[in-house]
């Protein structure tokens, strides 16, 4: 697998946990979209692992 492939996986990884991070926050969170969000997350965590 590419450098830059990981690189994207990296990035999105990032963007979801920052999502992860503002939803939670709010007073009345969706636990829907969170337990959606965290699933997304882990999926990208484990391809990372994958790959290196």
């Given amino acids: 697998m590419s ?3 990981l690189s994207a996986l990296k990035s999105r990884h990032a ?3 920052a999502k992860i991070a503002n939803e ?3 007073p009345s969170p969706d636990t829907a979209l969170l ?3 965290k699933k ?3 999926r990208l965590k484990e391809e990372m692992a994958a790959t290196a």
Avoid: P, V, Y
Wanted: no cysteine; proline share 0%; glycine share 0%.
């Fill in 35 to 37: 337990a959606q969000m």
């Fill in 15 to 17: 963007d979801l946990d």
């Fill in 3 to 5: 450098l830059s492939h």
């Fill in 40 to 42: 997304q997350k882990l």
């Fill in 24 to 26: 939670e926050r709010r």
